[in-house]
Structures are given as C-alpha cells and as structure tokens.
C-alpha cells in the first residue's frame, strides 16, 4: 500500500469508526507510549531482559510487528491532523540523508 493510500485510509477509519481524532496533543502522549511498548519489547527480545511470561520467537515478533504498526499508525494520524504528506516527507528526507550523509558511514571508523 502506498502511503498516501494509508493516509487516506486511516483518515477515513477515523472519521467513520473513531468518531474524530484525538487531539494533536493527546496523538503525541499516546505516540510516546506506543513507542515505550516497542522499546519493553525490543529490551526483552535483544537486550538483558527477560519475559514474566515467556513467549516463542513468532509470538515475540507479532507483538512486535503490531507495535511497531500502532507507532506508524499514531504517526499517520499526526500528519493527517497536521497537513502533512508523508510521501513527500519521506522522499525528501531520505534524500536529505542521501546528501548528507553520501560518506560519513564510509568513513566512520567505528563502523569497521
């Protein structure tokens, strides 16, 4: 799916199923929990962790999956309330980093 498609999807689900959207101020509370969910995950799946209930690595990442959906999706909603293409957006910024960044990876010395 394109993701001018996406936006209009999600503009369309929340003005039919949502009602309206949350405030941008609200958006930006439950984008930081959405992110601090895929975080708890992410500590869990390759940092030092652990799971209180254990989960197989296809559980583990469905869940994931799904978090990482909620963050794209609360984005979205944020650049819908806000007037902002995110096609065009993503476009421009990678070939902001394209730009760049075009050798400082190459160069870096940690990266070796």
């Known amino acids: 799916m394109e993701?001018?498609?996406y936006q209009e999807e999600v503009d369309h689900w929340i003005k039919t199923v949502g009602v309206r959207y949350f405030s941008e101020l609200t958006n930006m509370a439950i984008l930081t929990?959405?992110?601090g969910e895929v975080a708890r995950l992410i500590s869990?799946?390759?940092g030092e962790q652990s799971f209180k209930n254990p989960m197989s690595l296809e559980e583990q990442k469905e869940s994931l999956a799904d978090e990482l959906a909620?963050?794209?999706w609360v984005a979205v909603c944020l650049a819908n309330q806000t007037g902002i293409d995110l096609e065009a957006a993503l476009i421009k910024n990678l070939e902001k980093k394209s730009k760049r960044d075009s050798l400082r990876h190459v160069n870096?010395?940690?990266l070796k």
């Open 44 to 46: 869990r799946m390759y």
């Open 33 to 35: 929990e959405e992110v």
């Open 3 to 5: 993701i001018k498609t």
């Open 70 to 72: 909620d963050v794209i």
């Open 108 to 110: 870096n010395e940690k």
